[in-house]
């Protein structure tokens, strides 16, 4: 079992910046890839962003390239997702996720509570 909580989500205004960390408990950390999904209101949630265990490989959401960055510090069990040049529509609640392996594949197998980003126009 793995327990991810999140933090960093807030207010903001557009062409701000936020960086969110997502702190993971309860297995070998770098045993699992890690992602940033997002859902806004009436939306599905999306894929945001991952990144391997080892830290070696990253994949984006194509409208996220660019702003968004994903890292991971595995010393001390936590991702982060700095985002920059943020939009309105960026306004949603970003979840953490782990993947059931150490690269992207499938769905992942953990979630956090999610942490509320609102970008304010």
């Known amino acids: 079992q793995v327990q991810l909580v999140e933090s960093g989500g807030g207010l903001v205004q557009a062409g701000g910046s936020l960086r969110l960390s997502c702190a993971a408990s309860?297995?070998?950390?770098?045993?699992?890839?890690m992602g940033w999904f997002r859902q806004a209101p009436g939306k599905e949630r999306e894929f945001v962003a991952a990144?391997?265990?080892?830290?070696?490989?990253?994949w984006y959401a194509d409208s996220m390239k660019g702003r968004f960055t994903i890292s991971r510090d595995n010393a001390e069990n936590t991702v982060y997702l700095q985002m920059n040049s943020l939009k309105p529509e960026d306004t949603a609640v970003y979840y953490c996720a782990a993947y059931p392996s150490i690269y992207k594949s499938g769905t992942p197998a953990y979630w956090g509570q999610g942490t509320q980003v609102t970008v304010s126009s």
């Open positions: 309860g297995r070998t950390f770098s045993n699992y890839a």
């Open positions: 990144i391997s265990g080892g830290a070696g490989t990253r």
